[in-house]
């Protein structure tokens, strides 16, 4: 069973162009969250929320905007697509805070933008 | 500022050859430090939890360690499947909230 899964896997698209990136957790865990990985691995927290409430917003662009329809699906759509979106992005979910909060990550999106 | 430097960028290691990888780390009132190992193509997948100095937990040929400054993952007498990018992060505020502060990672290569 997977615990956290994203879709789609690989995305190749063009500059300028608008797309979506989805994510489901059946792990039951109440936060969510999404990273951007660049090309040196460094992990960069996007954004993250709690019972659907948006509660982590780094500083990234307007263009990124995430949607929690439930807490157990998290989706990131992206606007205007930019050669330095390219990267991998990840979802990871975490229990609720009052217990430890480790985070379990999905397999990530390859995004290409040309 | 929060900050998470690892040591050595890349490790190539002998089957056997047992070694250890360093976490140093800078935050505001540390609440958590995590070890995770990724694999090409694949998510962070965790290993350990770190919370308080002189803390240490194993799985089977890892080992992490912990200090007020730095963790250390140790690992004896590796296997080529032990190959892979190991990560480490610190649990930081965000607000109200808590963030992880990743590292750039040590990629271990085991050879035969």
């Known amino acids: 069973d997977t615990a956290v899964s994203q879709t789609p896997k690989y995305l190749v698209t063009q500059m300028g162009n608008d797309k979506s990136i989805k994510c489901e957790q059946n792990?039951?865990?109440?936060?969510m969250y999404w990273y951007k990985q660049d090309s040196k691995k460094f992990l960069k927290i996007m954004f993250s929320y709690n019972n659907k409430e948006l509660i982590i917003n780094e500083t990234v662009p307007n263009r990124f905007s995430p949607k929690s329809p439930d807490k157990a699906h998290l989706n990131l759509h992206i606007n205007s697509l930019e050669l330095g979106d390219s990267a991998v992005y990840f979802c990871a979910s975490s229990p609720p805070r009052t217990t430890q909060e480790t985070q379990y990550f999905g397999p990530g999106t390859r995004l290409l933008v040309l | 500022e929060d900050q998470v430097t690892q040591s050595p960028e890349a490790l190539r290691l002998q089957e056997g050859e047992s070694s250890s990888l360093n976490c140093s780390y800078t935050v505001s009132g540390l609440r958590g430090l995590f070890w995770y190992r990724q694999d090409p193509g694949k998510g962070p997948e965790f290993l350990f939890t770190l919370y308080s100095a002189g803390e240490e937990k194993e799985k089977e040929r890892l080992k992490a360690t912990l200090t007020k400054k730095e963790s250390f993952l140790h690992i004896t007498a590796p296997k080529p499947e032990d190959s892979a990018t190991y990560l480490c992060a610190v649990q930081a505020w965000a607000g109200n909230n808590r963030k992880l502060i990743w590292g750039l990672g040590t990629s271990l290569a085991v050879n035969p």
């Open positions: 792990l039951g865990h109440d936060t």
